[in-house]
């Protein structure tokens, strides 16, 4: 044990284990508390969304000089196909008396507002948004719901607008946390007990990533209520299945390593202590390519994905910290029982030296550079049905797994009133430029409809009626015609906001963070592939095999989504989340085969490396392959389109990663090439050893003719 690393042996030593668990037991005594209070430091109002820079953020800052409160007009539709009555108007009327006195509504209820065809009436209801974003909204809306729907007498009632889009949406995000939680707890825990075949030594990678989650969301609580970080609903789901499905890859590796060790070594301290010394580095570059890769989101434009980067990068530290540190000092504590009923008995067999991976090396050994130029091709194939991806967004309507209350109430104000009706378009500038600024939106083509100008102090504010839909591609088009004529008029200084042209600015932000992050997340994996493997060829050559993954993951996907799920489309920021999480994630098997690789081509050159390493990594690749995908998969368990499509396509992604790309692509690239995938380091120089100067355990993986 003294050749060992010291922080290996500070870990697993005989007396040194306890102050560990000691350790990590005030750790989660102290976080604890502080977790519970994450989701009161949430910000889910648009500030937490929107590009930090963009024209609509600015407008809606200027707003705040008219109107302080942030709003979100709630519609109420009334509809009678036979044509409204005197009982449906004085009711309506009743309504909007009541609605004005509800906590919560702030401004003036406008309406009832009949409806040019007779057969429907509006009540436009302006709900503040404070603080609590939507958590505030759904009380709010359940309040609107209950005066509106009381004694319809046959008319129907719908709810819909900003506000009802939000209650939706935060109905669908409720219990987030605690419903991905315990999904991707049972998707781990079946697949570490298929994996391990034990009834105990599951529990230790999940107890350990338990753990790492509360601490990181303390920790993470803190930075929010005091560092100004943005926590919202998103980022704080996808912390949980970061965590533990990556935190678990990190675990199904260690203890693969260390029972290993087991075999060679009575002295389980000993075992563990060289596990962690020669599996610990894989580990560390992974998880500091992770923690880089997603910090990298940082520099996006948009304040959600910026604001994730800093997260998942806690989370993926702190379950690092938690992986190498209380889950060896767990596994030595409990010893080698935890194994039963397959103990790793000392100076028993290897088992991968002759298992299903050491299998498969040998056929790809026979003709490496047929297998990786079949396997490229047929990835190449999956990679064209990005032909099929529509990234430009989700219309409302098409934001939900299943059609929601206010989709209804769209389409049923959709029939009676402009598309636009109720979600405005705002253009605010400076007073003296008032008559010019209303002359140039009204006479924008698109703009059905548009209001005196208000003016307050040095500015003045205009609102108008889009013609098209608020979510359409045609009212994003109006909104840069309109922008262009007030951009225009001399002296205005003018800003166009609203909720259509937030829309356009998030989608322009996320294809600049497309466009941006994804070659920056690239080359930040290429550095680090090169200092850990210390070679230019196989980083360059590792990378290229990423690139085609993703590109035949995204591929199909699309063609999935299009034809098995029937979504209509993709946000403009799934292409980034997929190929942040499935590089940034992915590139951990690269790390784990590939170190090993390097490892044995010490001993016995490279080709021998590639089939050992092959044995040796496959079947914990594989495993920590399937419980990433399970844990992303459990995306899929929220009713949001967005959520169900990053899930699949990196549940898909990563198991095309681990069964095909590393296994197979990256194995016969390396037998392939030979020792010239380590240049220009000294490895290049190492030729593989003779056959018959190898231990007879590596000899049974000689392919055989």
Request: net charge neutral; hydrophobic share 50%.
């Amino acid at each position: 044990m003294a050749s060992t690393g010291g922080v290996a042996r500070l870990v697993c030593g005989r007396w040194t284990k306890w102050l560990v668990l000691a350790l990590w037991i005030v750790v989660l005594a102290v976080a604890g508390p502080l977790a519970g209070k994450l989701t009161g430091v949430e910000k889910n109002d648009n500030s937490a969304w929107l590009p930090g820079k963009a024209e609509s953020t600015q407008a809606a800052d200027l707003q705040k000089r008219f109107q302080p409160d942030d709003i979100a007009p709630a519609v109420i539709v009334y509809e009678r196909p036979n044509g409204i009555t005197p009982t449906d108007q004085a009711k309506a009327a009743r309504d909007a008396q009541a609605l004005a006195k509800v906590a919560g509504v702030s401004g003036q209820v406008i309406g009832p507002v009949p409806a040019q065809d007779g057969k429907a009436l509006q009540i436009i209801v302006p709900i503040k948004v404070d603080a609590a974003g939507w958590q505030k909204i759904v009380d709010v809306v359940a309040d609107v719901k209950a005066i509106t729907e009381a004694n319809p007498n046959g008319v129907a009632v719908y709810l819909t607008g900003p506000a009802g889009n939000a209650a939706d949406s935060a109905k669908a995000f409720e219990g987030i946390d605690s419903t991905l939680l315990y999904t991707t707890l049972a998707i781990v825990a079946i697949i570490l007990l298929v994996t391990y075949r034990s009834p105990v030594l599951w529990m230790l990678p999940i107890v350990t990533a338990g753990v790492a989650l509360t601490t990181a969301q303390g920790v993470i609580y803190l930075l929010a209520k005091h560092s100004g970080l943005v926590v919202n609903a998103q980022s704080a789901g996808i912390l949980t299945v970061l965590v533990f499905g990556a935190g678990t890859d990190y675990a199904l590796l260690l203890v693969a390593r260390y029972r290993e060790e087991l075999r060679r070594h009575a002295d389980r301290h000993e075992a563990m202590a060289l596990a962690l010394h020669r599996a610990g580095p894989a580990i560390i570059a992974s998880a500091a390519t992770v923690a880089i890769g997603m910090s990298c989101l940082t520099l996006a434009e948009m304040n959600a994905t910026s604001g994730l980067g800093p997260v998942a990068a806690l989370g993926i530290t702190v379950g690092l910290l938690a992986m190498i540190t209380l889950l060896p000092a767990l596994l030595v504590i409990c010893g080698r029982w935890l194994f039963w009923p397959a103990r790793p008995t000392y100076g028993s067999a290897e088992p991968t030296a002759t298992g299903l991976w050491a299998r498969l090396g040998t056929r790809i050994a026979l003709r490496p550079r047929l297998v990786w130029i079949v396997t490229a091709v047929a990835l190449g194939a999956m990679a064209l049905g990005l032909f099929q991806l529509d990234a430009k967004g989700l219309a409302t309507a098409d934001t939900f797994v299943s059609k929601q209350p206010s989709v209804t109430g769209e389409e049923a104000l959709a029939r009676h009133y402009p598309a636009g009706q109720g979600q405005p378009v705002v253009v605010i500038g400076k007073a003296p430029a008032a008559g010019p600024l209303r002359q140039a939106v009204a006479g924008t083509d698109g703009v059905s409809e548009v209001t005196e100008p208000v003016i307050k102090g040095d500015l003045v504010v205009i609102e108008g009626t889009l013609r098209d839909a608020p979510d359409s591609g045609r009212a994003r088009t109006t909104i840069d015609r309109l922008r262009a004529a007030v951009h225009a008029v001399p002296g205005a200084d003018a800003k166009v906001g609203g909720i259509t042209a937030m829309t356009l600015d998030m989608n322009r932000a996320n294809d600049h963070d497309n466009r941006v992050i994804i070659p920056l997340v690239l080359l930040v994996v290429l550095v680090i592939l090169g200092i850990l493997l210390r070679s230019v060829v196989a980083p360059v050559i590792l990378i290229a095999t990423v690139v085609l993954s993703f590109a035949a993951a995204l591929g199909v996907s699309a063609l999935v989504f299009r034809h098995v799920f029937g979504f209509a489309g993709e946000d403009t920021s799934f292409p980034l989340y997929v190929f942040v999480f499935l590089v940034a994630l992915g590139i951990d098997y690269n790390i784990f085969l590939m170190t090993r690789v390097r490892e044995e081509t010490h001993e016995a050159g490279t080709r021998r490396g590639a089939l050992i390493g092959l044995a040796a990594t496959g079947g914990v690749i594989t495993s920590a392959g399937v419980v990433l995908a399970g844990t992303f998969a459990a995306l899929a368990s929220l009713p949001l389109v967005a959520f169900a499509e990053i899930g699949f396509a990196v549940a898909f992604g990563v198991l095309l990663d681990t069964l095909i790309v590393r296994s197979i692509l990256v194995t016969s690239l390396t037998l392939d090439i030979g020792r010239w995938m380590w240049w220009p380091s000294k490895l290049a120089a190492v030729h593989d050893r003779p056959a018959d100067q190898e231990p007879e355990a590596e000899r049974d993986l000689e392919p055989v003719s």
